[in-house]
């Protein structure tokens, strides 16, 4: 596995992320990490109290009408950037700035159930089964009349990259993931883990119950709030920074989505059956073949995958990125300059 240095990294062999024994002890992870050189980097840009991402606009696509931000010149090449749950694209308020500077034409989109973004129609299922997500994204970029571009993601970001990556990969120039390789499948999700393992996944056997839903609902920015702090036990974020991102979890579709997402990986609910033949070829676990550089923060408190476990996935030209000094699962927030430089270097592999 080629590793390139980016900031702050820990070089050499590719270890797994930190994994908690406990909701306690997930606060208390985190490793140090040293600097190191690298050509043509992202420049640094200051925390803002406030968005740097302008106003949002609007598009439809398939079943949705997207709001999302746009940074940088028309005519860049085109940088899609995807955020997870429960974030937003507030994750990139740092990110698309120093992209956008570099000249790239930088599209942040909230996804389904997220932010200003809509169904247009009532009778939508509320769907949130991995090949939707993904599919929104060709939708996406169906509607502005992108015909290819790069991808760039954590979380339900980089599990929806992956699988545009795996499926369509004419339609994607490179590709940042956070954790790696994120496609699976409901027989695999039905698969039980250790017990450490299955720990982490706490919040996703809540929501099977509907007193986790109805929990979810009445409590959504405390319970963001709480994956923040478990998913990233270093990142010291103030409460301007929390709201701003929270916010978009008051979405009228936001608890619908969310639960169908997590209640689909147990196989507790159905998906639609046009995105069957596409869940089909997932659960075969397709290779990805475009340029891609995947990262991972030293103190990730989420459930993830370690870098031996996924490196064969992706065929194509290929490199592994440890980001330290008490980095977590919101690597392009906590890390902007590493994430940004991880876009701009995924370009000339």
């Known amino acids: 596995m080629k590793t390139i240095t980016t900031f702050p990294v820990e070089t050499g062999r590719p270890r797994a992320g930190v994994l908690a024994t406990s909701l306690l002890a997930c606060l208390l992870l985190g490793v140090a990490g040293g600097v190191a050189a690298r050509p043509a980097t992202a420049t640094a840009a200051p925390a803002a109290s406030a968005s740097t991402?302008?106003?949002?606009?609007?598009?439809?696509?398939?079943?949705?009408?997207?709001?999302?931000?746009e940074l940088g010149p028309a005519k860049g090449p085109v940088v899609i950037l995807l955020h997870g749950w429960p974030y937003d694209i507030h994750s990139y308020d740092a990110v698309a700035p120093?992209?956008?500077?570099?000249?790239?034409?930088?599209?942040?989109?909230?996804?389904?159930?997220?932010?200003?973004?809509?169904?247009?129609?009532?009778?939508?299922?509320r769907n949130a089964e991995p090949a939707a997500l993904a599919q929104d994204v060709i939708d996406?970029?169906?509607?502005?009349?992108?015909?290819?571009?790069?991808?760039?993601?954590?979380?339900?970001?980089?599990?929806?990259?992956?699988i545009v990556a795996a499926l369509w990969p004419e339609r994607v120039r490179s590709l940042v993931s956070v954790s790696g390789y994120l496609i699976s499948s409901q027989a695999a999700?039905?698969?039980?883990?250790?017990?450490?393992a299955e720990l982490q996944w706490w919040y996703q056997f809540y929501f099977a119950t509907d007193r986790g839903r109805d929990g979810y609902d009445?409590?959504?920015h405390d319970f963001a709030r709480l994956i923040w702090q478990l998913a990233s036990p270093q990142w010291k974020f103030d409460d301007a920074t929390f709201a701003r991102s929270a916010a978009a979890l008051d979405n009228p579709d936001q608890v619908?989505?969310?639960?169908?997402?997590?209640?689909?990986?147990?196989?507790?609910?159905?998906g639609e059956a046009k995105y069957a033949p596409l869940e089909q070829r997932l659960a075969?676990?397709?290779?990805?073949?475009?340029?891609t550089i995947t990262m991972e923060g030293d103190a990730?408190?989420?459930?993830?995958?370690?870098?031996?476990?996924?490196?064969?996935?992706?065929?194509g030209k290929y490199a592994y990125r440890l980001v330290s000094g008490g980095i977590g699962h919101n690597l392009p927030q906590e890390s902007p300059q590493a994430f940004a430089q991880a876009v701009i270097d995924v370009d000339h592999l």
């Open 189 to 196: 999700g039905s698969a039980p883990l250790p017990p450490k």
């Open 218 to 220: 009445k409590n959504r």
């Open 256 to 270: 619908a989505i969310a639960i169908h997402n997590y209640r689909w990986r147990l196989g507790l609910a159905e």
């Open 300 to 315: 990730n408190g989420a459930p993830h995958p370690t870098a031996e476990s996924y490196a064969k996935r992706f065929t």
């Open 140 to 162: 996406f970029m169906d509607a502005l009349g992108i015909r290819q571009a790069g991808l760039a993601g954590f979380d339900w970001g980089a599990r929806s990259a992956n």
């Open 284 to 291: 075969a676990l397709p290779s990805i073949s475009v340029p």
């Open 98 to 125: 120093l992209l956008a500077a570099k000249g790239y034409r930088v599209l942040v989109p909230y996804a389904r159930g997220y932010g200003d973004t809509r169904f247009l129609s009532s009778d939508t299922p």
């Open 53 to 69: 991402l302008g106003t949002l606009k609007h598009v439809r696509a398939g079943v949705l009408d997207v709001a999302y931000a």
